[in-house]
């Protein structure tokens, strides 16, 4: 059986996971969160790569897969690692613009150290044509680990934050994979039609291009 290792620091990444197992029953999905340094890995690429690092070395080049379930992670230090260890596939999710998006108001929901990376400003820049609004939101990825983000707080700062000055996203984009535990409660507030976005999707596309499986729950060419 192929084996998928997949690494976050949180609900994110189990998240991912219960999706993966769902969508691939074919596969093994080995679950590798690292809740203890939560904090290190959302703070900054340096520290997300070395807390990676120290992580996966038990399963680098013993998985067919390592995928990293952390947006921060996938957009800094995905290169580096597979420069690194040429023998082990890896993917990540991706910061980009969905070719099904619609001329209107898009929000970007995501964390401060996101808003530092290369891949911000270019999507950024192909969003040039869009009105776009960023929610910066530091405390939430923490919060909903611990079980303690609620609906009265995400109404009332999408309330306060985000519907307000006439702009109404028709789109959101998640660059925080924590965040896709709360989408339920997103789409309350803003309205169950919103598309989101969190690049999962393209993920599955490459997992199947890159173990050759056939779509679906698929089977092995």
């Given at each position: 059986?192929?084996?998928?290792?997949?690494?976050?620091?949180?609900?994110?990444g189990?998240?991912?996971?219960?999706?993966?197992?769902?969508e691939?029953?074919?596969?093994?999905?080995?679950?590798?969160?690292?809740?203890?340094?939560?904090?290190?890995?959302?703070?900054?690429?340096?520290?997300?790569?070395?807390?990676?690092?120290?992580?996966?070395?038990?399963?680098?080049?013993?998985?067919?897969?390592?995928?990293?379930?952390?947006?921060l992670?996938?957009?800094?230090?995905?290169?580096?690692?597979?420069?690194?260890?040429?023998?082990?596939?890896?993917?990540?999710?991706?910061?980009?613009?969905?070719?099904?998006?619609?001329?209107?108001?898009?929000?970007i929901?995501?964390?401060?150290?996101?808003?530092?990376?290369?891949?911000?400003?270019?999507?950024?820049?192909?969003?040039?044509?869009?009105?776009?609004?960023?929610?910066?939101?530091?405390?939430?990825?923490?919060?909903?680990?611990?079980?303690?983000?609620?609906?009265p707080?995400?109404?009332?700062?999408?309330?306060?934050?985000?519907?307000?000055?006439?702009?109404r996203?028709?789109?959101v984009?998640?660059?925080?994979?924590?965040?896709?535990?709360?989408?339920?409660?997103?789409?309350?507030?803003?309205?169950?039609?919103?598309?989101?976005?969190?690049?999962?999707?393209?993920?599955?596309?490459?997992?199947?291009?890159?173990?050759?499986?056939?779509?679906?729950?698929?089977?092995?060419?």
């Open positions: 059986m192929l084996k998928i290792a997949v690494f976050d620091s949180g609900y994110g189990e998240n991912f996971a219960d999706q993966l197992e769902q691939l029953p074919i596969v093994d999905v080995i679950r590798i969160i690292d809740w203890r340094h939560a904090e290190e890995i959302q703070s900054s690429p340096k520290s997300a790569r070395r807390c990676a690092e120290n992580a996966l070395r038990s399963y680098i080049g013993k998985v067919d897969l390592i995928i990293f379930a952390n947006h992670l996938s957009v800094t230090s995905l290169k580096y690692f597979k420069r690194k260890y040429k023998n082990q596939r890896f993917l990540g999710l991706t910061l980009e613009l969905p070719c099904s998006f619609i001329r209107k108001d898009i929000l929901l995501t964390t401060k150290a996101i808003t530092k990376t290369i891949s911000y400003r270019q999507l950024l820049f192909q969003l040039k044509s869009f009105r776009v609004k960023t929610l910066i939101l530091e405390s939430w990825p923490l919060k909903i680990d611990d079980g303690e983000l609620k609906l707080e995400i109404t009332n700062v999408l309330n306060t934050k985000v519907l307000k000055d006439n702009f996203p028709a789109d984009i998640i660059a925080c994979s924590q965040f896709n535990d709360i989408i339920p409660e997103i789409k309350k507030v803003l309205g169950e039609k919103i598309k989101i976005y969190d690049g999962r999707r393209d993920v599955f596309s490459d997992i199947y291009k890159t173990l050759r499986i056939r779509g679906g729950a698929g089977k092995k060419k």
